[in-house]
């Protein structure tokens, strides 16, 4: 039975890893191409379906994050080669989709706490990525560009920091739709097929 | 076949593994250092590594990121032909596009060098033993996925699905392709399953 259980995770690990891949370099490649804004906004939205999917039929520890690892070899060995904004923001993300399931049953609650937590990792993940790779500086160069910016248009200080509160509400939101999406559709998807 | 037991890494690889470390580490101007070396290594080793500065845009780029930006943010404190900037700034900018193309420089040489077989052997020798199985499984898969995907779209939209209620077509086709991998993933699934157990009689 075990065995069983072992070769349905590898199935779906790589299936399910293989279409979070093509998304990944389908649509993000077009994506970044064409500086669309908000692009993390639907890329992570279209993962946490995929992510949660797979883990409402094997519900394992180690699904997420597998799937983050086979998501990095398919993306470092397309066209378009290694770059390394994406590269830590699958692994980021698959590290949290990990952390937040953990083997846990799945729930509403849980999707909606996925969907969440990797919206609000992508809010961040462009001060995350800077400190990274540019150090603490990275800090010193958006708190300039947001002093500048209110500056420039005459508004009080304390609006720049309304503006980036706005934006993190609005990852949260798109957070909670995501997680919400991904379990209607799952189990739509299980009761389709008598999973 | 390639034989993993042959896959490892030389001291070229350690060498720019170390240097890439270095240079997250580094604090202030200290990086030089490590960013010296490496370009030391690279111009005698891998030079053709160094082709992104033959794009006109990443010079345009990085000139307008160390010299616009003192210009235009911060305490203007110094000045150089009448012009004033931020010192400050201009630390900050020419420290960060240093650090930034000294990790892009060892990335780059690094996944030169690493094969997809040496890969292969780090995620099997790794906890993610399900990964390392899986990802064979899916770049075989790739292109079937794709054509399911864009099946599924075609069908829709030649149907009319995107003139009206498109959100709640949109939806329908998310869950087309959702179904569509999971009877992929349960086929493979019967594949795994019966491969091991035909291996297991002989």
């Not at chain 1, 937040?100 to 919206?119: A, E, N, V, W, Y």
């Not at chain 1, 209607?184 to 097929?193: C, E, G, P, T, V």
């Not at chain 2, 690493?114 to 075989?140: C, D, G, H, T, Y």
């Not at chain 2, 179904?179 to 009689?201: C, G, P, R």
Request: hydrophobic share 55%; with cysteine.
């Amino acid at each position: 039975m075990t065995n069983i259980l072992d070769k349905k995770k590898i199935a779906y690990i790589a299936v399910f890893g293989g279409l979070w891949g093509l998304l990944e370099i389908s649509f993000g490649a077009v994506m970044h191409a064409l500086h669309l804004p908000f692009k993390g906004i639907w890329l992570t939205g279209a993962a946490v379906i995929v992510i949660l999917t797979a883990y409402s039929i094997v519900p394992a520890r180690g699904v997420p994050f597998s799937m983050g690892v086979v998501v990095i070899v398919l993306k470092m060995f397309s066209i378009g080669g290694f770059i390394f904004s994406p590269f830590i923001a699958v692994i980021f993300e698959a590290a949290i989709a990990e952390i937040i399931l953990f083997g846990r049953k799945p729930s509403r609650k849980l999707f909606i706490l996925t969907g969440c937590g990797l919206m609000i990792y992508t809010f961040s993940h462009r001060i995350i990525w800077g400190l990274l790779i540019y150090g603490r500086s990275t800090i010193d160069i958006y708190e300039g560009i947001i002093k500048q910016g209110v500056t420039w248009l005459g508004l009080p200080e304390e609006w720049g920091m309304l503006v980036i509160v706005i934006l993190f509400l609005f990852h949260l939101v798109s957070g909670i739709i995501a997680g919400w999406a991904a379990w209607m559709l799952s189990n739509k998807a299980k009761n389709r097929l008598n999973i | 076949m390639t034989n993993l037991n042959n896959q490892k890494l030389n001291k070229s690889n350690f060498l720019i593994l170390i240097l890439l470390f270095a240079i997250v580490a580094s604090p202030g101007f200290y990086i030089f250092i490590p960013f010296c070396i490496l370009l030391s290594f690279i111009i005698f080793k891998d030079f053709e590594s160094l082709y992104i500065f033959k794009r006109w845009k990443f010079i345009l780029f990085g000139m307008m990121f160390i010299f616009v930006l003192p210009l235009v943010l911060g305490e203007k404190d110094a000045a150089l032909a009448g012009i004033k900037y931020s010192s400050e700034y201009l630390r900050i900018s020419t420290l960060i596009m240093i650090r930034g193309i000294g990790f892009y420089l060892a990335i780059t040489v690094f996944s030169r060098q690493v094969s997809v077989a040496l890969l292969s052997k780090w995620i099997s020798q790794s906890r993610l033993s399900s990964a390392s199985e899986a990802v064979p499984v899916a770049i075989n898969l790739l292109p079937m996925l794709q054509k399911n995907a864009v099946e599924s779209y075609l069908v829709f939209k030649y149907r009319g699905g995107f003139k009206r209620k498109r959100i709640k077509n949109l939806l329908r086709l998310i869950l087309t392709i959702l179904i569509n991998t999971i009877k992929m993933a349960e086929d493979i699934t019967q594949v795994l399953i019966y491969k091991e157990m035909s291996l297991k009689e002989k």
